[in-house]
């Protein structure tokens, strides 16, 4: 089965840019998504398709995938992006059909 | 307003049944493939079964397979997910997510709905 890996927890500082990574066999051939989950709250899609932004989505929030890594950027961070991060791919040739990478924690110091 | 809004969940005792609903509106809900996904207390995010708009395509992860059974009923925008044989591990919060087209992510969630097996 296909696994997605994220680092548990992230932290940054107000105002700097915040990289959470996806590592995955050769994620840069599959379409990622990327979640932002706050504490109690059902996920909300930031990022889709490595690199586009749903509507409402603020412009901070950014994607990239090459090779074995893909990347959410958040960038002039704000204390109100501090959540779950989770990212996840679709993956038709294997089983599970669904993969989530198993979250990170952003925390705004 | 797009909306989805489970119900169903409860406490149940390891063995028993239940079956969730999600109720869609604001959108062309047989349009549109769905998911449940789960999450344990404490943990992340588990994909739990998919349907196709026209229930055509099914798809279980193994954790579930053989025990739950996902159906969708496009006249009543309404989506379900039948549990059977629960086990302690399947105690979490569910939640029905839609599908954007070309598998462009889950872009619309409800507000999930409890499940706890335990005796």
């Known amino acids: 089965s296909y696994v997605l890996t994220q680092p548990p927890s992230v932290s940054v500082a107000p105002g700097q840019t915040a990289r959470i990574t996806c590592g995955g066999n050769n994620i840069g051939s599959k379409s990622v998504h990327w979640y932002q989950q706050k504490p109690g709250q059902a996920p909300v899609l930031v990022v889709y398709?490595?690199?586009d932004r749903p509507s409402g989505i603020p412009e901070r929030f950014s994607g990239s995938n090459s090779g074995n890594t893909a990347t959410l950027t958040i960038s002039r961070v704000e204390a109100g992006d501090e959540a779950d991060y989770y990212c996840q791919v679709w993956d038709s040739s294997s089983d599970p059909y669904v993969v989530f990478g198993g979250g990170t924690k952003l925390t705004v110091l | 307003e797009v909306q989805l809004v489970e119900s169903g969940g409860g406490l149940v005792k390891p063995g028993g049944s239940l079956r969730l609903s999600c109720a869609a509106s604001g959108f062309t809900f047989s349009s549109y493939s769905m998911n449940w996904v789960r999450q344990a207390p404490g943990k992340g995010l588990e994909w739990v079964s998919s349907?196709?708009?026209?229930?055509?395509?099914?798809y279980y992860a193994d954790s579930v397979k053989g025990r739950f059974t996902i159906s969708r009923d496009n006249a009543k925008n309404s989506l379900y997910l039948q549990m059977n044989s629960l086990r302690a591990e399947d105690t979490a919060v569910y939640y029905c997510?839609?599908?954007?087209?070309?598998?462009?992510?889950?872009?619309?969630w409800g507000q999930g709905t409890t499940v706890t097996v335990s005796s």
């Open positions: 997510a839609r599908v954007t087209a070309h598998l462009r992510g889950m872009d619309v």
């Open positions: 349907i196709s708009s026209s229930s055509s395509y099914i």
């Open positions: 398709d490595d690199s």
